[in-house]
């Protein structure tokens, strides 16, 4: 079974940093569609970090460019998000996802929750004036 597992979140200042690490099991990421999405409460699921099957392109969320890069080690079958600058609007839960394409549905684009048929539960994040 395809598990997704964040790890790395916690309560920052606002200005310090946080990496976000998602370990896949049961599930390559090499070649695959990954992205860090985010939920604050009340707030609709949105996406923040994309990288394509290439492993080098990335997309970024408007609010978070220049602040947050995301990247992937192959050879731990992780994926990253590095966040810096953290402002109290970063609050949040933090999800992994990637994208199955045997199962997946239609392509909606690289941010677009309706791209991503897997998912990992989440870690928290909280950053404080």
């Known amino acids: 079974q395809v598990q997704l597992v964040e790890s790395g979140g916690g309560s920052v200042q606002a200005g310090g940093s946080l990496r976000l690490s998602c370990a896949a099991s049961?599930?390559?990421?090499?070649?695959?569609?990954m992205a860090w999405f985010r939920q604050a409460p009340g707030k609709k699921r949105e996406g923040v970090a994309s990288i394509i099957p290439n492993g080098r392109t990335t997309y970024y969320a408007d609010a978070v460019k220049g602040r947050f890069t995301v990247s992937q080690d192959n050879a731990k079958n992780t994926l990253y998000l590095q966040m810096t600058s953290l402002r109290p609007e970063d609050t949040a839960n933090y999800y992994c996802?990637?994208?199955?394409?045997?199962?997946?549905?239609?392509?909606?684009?690289?941010?677009?929750?309706?791209?991503?048929?897997?998912w990992g539960q989440g870690t928290t994040v909280t950053v404080s004036s």
């Open positions: 049961e599930y390559t990421i090499s070649g695959r569609y």
């Open positions: 996802a990637a994208r199955d394409e045997l199962r997946a549905g239609i392509w909606a684009g690289p941010l677009a929750p309706g791209s991503y048929n897997l």
